[in-house]
């Protein structure tokens, strides 16, 4: 199994809804977490693993030691109370999917998910996506994602 080096960490901002500890792992969330206030309609938000603190947008930073789609699983299924027994290969596949998105990036990148709607096949899926600050100043920028 490919091991990954980056994830996507909390930056506990909550002026811009990402109220997940500073530095803690974040994955998509599921259906059964609430963010606190309201998004638009596509969007959507990450959480962390360590306490499910929901986060509007994360940072890509690099981890000392890497980790594989089954770790990050069984990290997030333990955070949800879930039983790991029951992770599959389909779901080590989704979290795959999300890490080899996230390996993409360079470090210090803001990212944030959104719904992404096909028309033809009629299907709804969940991608992550670089995000531009354009109304933050550089000091801003690097105080909230230079960590």
Same mark, same amino acid.
């Given at each position: 199994?490919?091991?990954?080096?980056?994830?996507?960490?909390?930056?506990?901002?909550?002026?811009?809804?990402?109220?997940?500890?500073?530095?803690?792992?974040?994955?998509?969330?599921?259906?059964?977490?609430?963010?606190?206030? $309201?998004?638009?309609? *596509?969007?959507?938000?990450?959480?962390? @693993? %360590? =306490?499910?603190?929901?986060?509007?947008?994360?940072?890509?930073?690099?981890?000392?030691?890497?980790?594989?789609?089954?770790?990050?699983?069984?990290?997030?299924?333990?955070? $949800?109370?879930?039983? *790991?027994?029951?992770?599959?290969?389909? @779901? %080590? =596949?989704?979290?795959?999917?999300?890490?080899?998105?996230?390996?993409?990036?360079?470090?210090?990148?803001?990212?944030?998910?959104?719904?992404?709607?096909?028309?033809?096949?009629?299907?709804?899926?969940?991608?992550?996506?670089?995000?531009?600050?354009? =109304?933050?100043?550089?000091?801003?920028?690097?105080?909230?994602?230079?960590?």
């Amino acid at each position: 199994m490919k091991k990954y080096n980056k994830v996507i960490v909390g930056i506990e901002k909550e002026d811009i809804q990402c109220f997940a500890k500073r530095g803690d792992i974040l994955v998509q969330a599921s259906n059964t977490d609430k963010m606190k206030g $309201r998004l638009p309609k *596509e969007h959507h938000f990450f959480v962390s @693993i %360590v =306490n499910r603190k929901p986060s509007r947008y994360g940072v890509v930073k690099e981890v000392e030691n890497s980790l594989t789609a089954l770790d990050l699983a069984k990290l997030d299924y333990q955070s $949800r109370g879930l039983n *790991e027994e029951e992770i599959n290969s389909e @779901i %080590v =596949n989704v979290y795959e999917e999300y890490l080899a998105k996230i390996s993409t990036f360079t470090i210090d990148v803001p990212v944030a998910t959104t719904w992404l709607y096909k028309k033809i096949p009629k299907e709804k899926i969940l991608r992550v996506h670089k995000i531009f600050f354009t =109304n933050f100043s550089d000091r801003a920028k690097n105080d909230y994602f230079g960590f």
